[in-house]
């Protein structure tokens, strides 16, 4: 439920789980506000745009948008990913995807928290990934995600007296473009990664943007320092039958 008041700061809004969070906000009431490495073509909302693997690029975009925009909502979606294991990761990787992962989204809750804290109410809601709790071949991508993990619950604590709330949603497998360009659909990796899945099927972007819109509620304001996972049950694992 939207208030009214305030804007919501989305980053990596341009496609994807971000498209479908920005749309399902509008569709509330919410005043929505991008941010991205470029507007998109038929933008459906506005856009400030920043290559957040830059940090002073990064920090001029935000300084921009709270003066031009009481940010009361931000949604850390904004993310790379990097397949590695341990011996082929590089340090070079990890710098790029915990600057774009971890370092990104605490410059956008350092820039957005002081105007929550005048108006009294705020929501944060960082998206992680269920990598964070182990995954072959996601040595560098799970160790940043797991970080974005640390930062929401320590910024919780932090501003729970301020009325702001802190959470995580992480996500499994979702069906996006991303996604889809890497595992084709009718392909046997597809399938193979599927029969993973306790629920057997992909996610889907509109099944993350609801629970954010839960998350970003007025009513929320009682749940803070969470980590939601939504995963098709992977979390749990696959029940032997």
């Known amino acids: 439920m939207a208030t009214g008041e305030g804007v919501t700061l989305i980053t990596g809004a341009s496609r994807g789980i971000g498209l479908a969070i920005a749309r399902h906000l509008l569709a509330q009431g919410h005043s929505v506000i991008g941010m991205a490495r470029a507007v998109p073509v038929g933008a459906e909302f506005p856009f400030f745009t920043a290559d957040i693997a830059d940090a002073d690029a990064t920090a ?7 003066a031009d925009h009481q940010v009361l909502r931000l949604v850390n979606n904004a993310g790379i990913f990097l397949p590695a294991a341990l011996e082929e990761a590089t340090p070079q990787e990890l710098d790029v995807m915990m600057a774009i992962n971890l370092r990104a989204p605490m410059q956008a ?7 929550m804290r005048a108006a009294g109410f705020g929501r944060i809601v960082n998206i992680g990934s269920r990598a964070a709790l182990g995954k072959p071949g996601r040595l560098l991508y799970g160790a940043s995600k797991a970080a974005l993990v640390g930062l929401t619950r320590t910024a919780a604590l932090e501003l729970a007296g301020d009325g702001i709330t802190v959470n995580c949603i992480a996500p499994g497998p979702v069906e996006t473009e991303f996604f889809a360009a890497n595992n084709p659909p009718g392909s046997e990796q597809r399938r193979r990664f599927t029969a993973t899945i306790p629920t057997g099927r992909m996610g889907q972007p509109e ?35």
């Open 60 to 66: 001029a975009a935000l300084a921009q948008v709270v």
């Open 109 to 115: 809750m350092q820039a957005v928290v002081p105007g």
């Open 207 to 241: 099944e993350i943007a609801h629970a954010c819109a839960g998350f970003l509620d007025a009513q929320a304001g009682y749940t803070t320092g969470q980590v939601l996972n939504i995963c098709g049950g992977l979390t749990i694992g696959i029940a032997t039958i």
